[in-house]
């Protein structure tokens, strides 16, 4: 089982400072299927990136996603105040179990 | 427009069983995959099961084989969630998502708002 660790575990920041969010695998992730998820308290998760780099559908670009490998990082180029959620990446791809990492929640500062 | 409605959740004792549902709208359904994801209390998310869009493929975590089963009626656009001998462990809030092809392979695109289980004794 692959096993995905986040840090920081929480990021104090100010709207309009930058996130710098890190995933780190226990093994090498194949094809980079990678992806980062935004959760907010009583919301559905929404896909952010996928592909390790790829936006979703209607994410704006200061989210921006990249890596490859065992390192994985999710950047906010400038932090909005709808941007304080908690983040998680996940593994999918062949072969269950498809895992998430702890999460890293933006709060603000 | 994606939708995905879960139901079925609510407080049952532990060793008790509960059958979760997701009505999903606005895609052809049989053509993707399905997935539960739960977030128990102060925790994270966690991958539950998953069942590719025919139904014939099906994945649990470790955690719910042999308690948990997950099936599909593809005529109704229904994606269920058997859970059986429930443990405290399993209190959660139970999230149904749209994987991004028919394989169970894809990535979840889309989420529903999520069922709150309770285990209690």
């Known amino acids: 089982e692959i096993v995905l660790t986040q840090s920081p575990g929480t990021l104090s920041l100010s709207p309009g400072e930058r996130a710098t969010l890190s995933c780190r695998a226990s093994?090498?992730?194949?094809?980079?299927?990678l992806a980062w998820y935004q959760h907010k308290p009583g919301q559905a998760p929404r896909l952010l990136i996928y592909g390790a780099s790829s936006r979703a559908t209607g994410i704006p670009d200061r989210f921006s996603g990249s890596g490859s490998g065992t390192d994985f990082t999710l950047t906010i180029s400038r932090v909005e105040p709808e941007d304080f959620a908690v983040y998680y990446c996940q593994r999918y791809g062949n072969s269950p179990p498809w895992t998430f990492g702890q999460g890293t929640k933006v709060e603000v500062k | 427009e994606v939708h995905l409605l879960e139901s079925g959740g609510g407080l049952v004792q532990t060793g008790g069983s509960l059958r979760l549902s997701c009505a999903a709208s606005?895609?052809?359904?049989?053509?993707?995959?399905m997935s539960w994801v739960r977030r128990a209390p102060g925790k994270g998310l966690e991958w539950v099961s998953a069942?590719?869009?025919?139904?014939?493929?099906?994945y649990y975590a470790d955690s719910v084989k042999g308690r948990f089963t997950i099936s599909r009626d593809n005529s109704e656009n229904m994606v269920y969630l058997q859970m059986n001998s429930l443990r405290a462990g399993d209190t959660a809030v139970y999230y149904c998502a749209k994987l991004s092809r028919i394989a169970a392979a894809g990535t979840p695109d889309y989420w529903g708002q999520g069922t709150l289980v309770t285990v209690s004794s």
């Open positions: 093994q090498s992730v194949s094809s980079n299927y």
């Open positions: 069942i590719s869009g025919g139904g014939g493929d099906t």
């Open positions: 606005g895609f052809t359904f049989s053509s993707y995959a």
